[in-house]
């Protein structure tokens, strides 16, 4: 009779174990930009033609409609570990972009350039403070952080930004190394293409519907 319990009980135990580890999983939630990048002050939406900002829709009781929509939009970009799991997204850690082996870089004329294809938009982060983020290795300061966003259909993908420091990219400093700030003269500044995983579907609607707004 031991035996039999026992063997009922194991099962029942490793069962109880499996279902408690996965609804774990379910609940941890990632945050891509927030893991990595910190907090921002302020986020904006940019026109793919220009680079320039789109100006805030304000309600009529003053409310930041733009800001609101963009802020709430980046927050639902977050996963949880078992999504990424079950699609064989195993590390969540942001990755320096590589081609070849190579560092992909992006200089301050591309940077100022920096625009959407078709079906994407670009969002832009500001930090009050520069920041510092250590990535395979290598630190990297930044106070501006471009993202690009596309539809990544409910899946956690690939999602390209660039974290550099808005000094580098307008300057006319002759200097061709960098100061313990990390600064150095525009023509010769190069910021690193970094890759984090986010799932982008609802921003991607959010955004969609706050440029209804502005037409």
Known sequence: MMKIKKAIWIPTLIVVVIAALILT??????????????????????????????????DK?????????????????KFSVMQAVLEGKFSYKAELKLLEDEEVTITAAGINSYGAAEGEYIVKLYYAQTKTVEIDGKEIKYDRLLVRLYETDGEVQEIECVPYLEYNVDNESTSDEYDEDGRIGSIYYKANVIEIKMMTSAFMADIQELLYLYE
């Open 25 to 58: 999983l379910c609940l941890v939630k990632v945050n891509p930009v927030a893991k990595t990048f910190g907090d921002y002050t302020r986020i904006e939406l940019l026109r793919s033609n220009s680079g320039s900002e789109f100006t805030h829709i304000i």
């Open 61 to 77: 009781d003053g409310n930041d409609i733009t800001h609101k929509t963009l802020k709430d939009g980046l927050e639902s970009t």
